[in-house]
């Protein structure tokens, strides 16, 4: 995972993605999520594993390294990542 950010991104029409980058180049990959706040404050992040795949592969990361990522992205808030 040397040198590769991953980063939960919002555009301006709300929609959601994970991105998986280089952090020495301007390269990355993005995959579309889906992503939930419930009434209590939790965050669920929603990920499709087959579009997932791939990427994990290419840029030599974990699912374990994308959890720890996103969670460090959003710092105390509760979150919740489901690979499915």
């Not at 994970?18 to 990355?28: A, N, P, R």
């Not at 209590?40 to 592969?57: D, F, G, H, P, Q």
């Amino acid at each position: 995972m040397k040198k590769t950010f991953i980063q939960s991104f919002m555009n301006d029409k709300t929609e959601t993605f994970l991105e998986i980058g280089s952090t020495v180049t301007e390269e990355f990959d993005s995959i579309p999520t889906t992503f939930n706040v419930t009434s209590n404050n939790t965050r669920w992040l929603t990920i499709e594993m087959e579009k997932l795949a791939n990427l994990l592969v290419k840029w030599n990361v974990t699912i374990e390294d994308i959890k720890s990522s996103l969670q460090n992205q959003f710092g105390n808030e509760r979150l919740i990542v489901i690979i499915r």
